[in-house]
């Protein structure tokens, strides 16, 4: 069982940038696709971004794309969103989770695709 870390939120004006690290222990971190949820205050949780063990498939809800950049370095076990043009809606509690299966086909999956989370980190924007 992996165990996630998440780091790196805070308060940033509208417009900013944060970055988010999720940090796992456990030797098999590479061969896990992960992902990131946020949930918005009254809001389910829902999909932000994913991606597969070696970075080569990556899926944005539509939401973010071209805003949000999800990487990964796995000799540090570590994966990150990178979170440019934030906005005031984009104020959340954000997880990092691992998926349940290793394949990514879609922008869209649930909670229920995915088994391991963090703690969250909040992210709140200023309008």
């Known amino acids: 069982q992996v165990q996630l870390v998440e780091s790196g939120g805070g308060l940033v004006q509208a417009g900013g940038s944060l970055r988010l690290s999720c940090a796992a222990s456990?030797?098999?971190?590479?061969?896990?696709?992960l992902g990131w949820f946020r949930q918005r205050p009254g809001k389910e949780r829902e999909f932000v971004a994913a991606?597969?063990?070696?970075?080569?498939?990556?899926y944005y809800a539509d939401s973010v794309k071209g805003r949000f950049t999800i990487s990964r370095d796995n000799a540090k076990n570590t994966v990150y969103l990178q979170m440019d043009s934030l906005k005031h809606e984009d104020t959340a509690v954000y997880y990092c989770?691992?998926?349940?299966?290793?394949?990514?086909?879609?922008?869209?999956?649930?909670?229920?695709?995915?088994?391991?989370w963090g703690q969250g980190a909040q992210v709140t924007v200023s309008s």
């Open positions: 989770a691992t998926k349940r299966s290793p394949w990514l086909t879609v922008n869209y999956y649930t909670v229920a695709d995915f088994s391991s």
């Open positions: 991606i597969n063990w070696s970075g080569g498939s990556i």
């Open positions: 456990g030797s098999t971190f590479s061969t896990y696709t």
